[in-house]
């Protein structure tokens, strides 16, 4: 089991591993903002089911990876890539704010996409409805950026081997 353990921990913080999922963001978030750049403007119609359906996949994705870049060092260590005590990884430094960002406007992300579930009642649901469809096509497009600016740090990491 450790062996196991260990296998999946290497496979995920690897440079490879975080291409990967850096590359699975990338796709989900391409899609979420193909579907809200063809939208009409006016979001009085929107399917809000629909608008779940394709952002709460990305805010999942944005946390786990965030969670997973912030970590790598410490899983590293765990699995014995880094020596124990050692308390700098290159590769880890220079992703963390990635890190920090993903799981920031994940969070953010699934906060906008559960508002939309709240009564028409009580709020005025069109003006919560475009906030909310607007602040996530910003946070995805910022996030396409994000994805990216860490795609050539990974790349010229694996690149030149360090």
């Not at 709020?123 to 909310?132: A, G, K, P, Y």
Request: charged share 15%.
């Amino acid at each position: 089991m450790e062996k196991f353990v260990n296998l999946l921990s290497k496979s995920c913080v690897s440079v490879p591993g975080l291409f990967f999922f850096n590359l699975l963001v990338f796709t989900i978030n391409l899609r979420f903002v193909g579907w809200l750049t063809f939208l009409p403007t006016s979001f009085d119609k929107i399917n809000t089911d629909e608008f779940h359906d394709l952002a709460s996949p990305l805010a999942v994705r944005l946390i786990t990876v965030g969670v997973l870049i912030l970590e790598r060092h410490d899983v590293m260590e765990i699995s014995g890539l880094t020596p124990k005590g050692s308390d700098h990884d290159e590769i880890s430094d220079r992703t963390h704010p990635f890190g920090t960002f993903y799981l920031c406007f994940g969070l953010f992300m699934e906060c906008f996409i559960e508002q939309i579930h709240i009564p028409g009642k009580i709020f005025d649901i069109h003006t919560i409805t475009n906030v909310v469809v607007w602040s996530s096509y910003l946070i995805a497009l910022i996030s396409l950026s994000v994805c990216l600016n860490l795609f050539y740090i990974l790349f010229r990491h694996y690149k030149h081997g360090h």
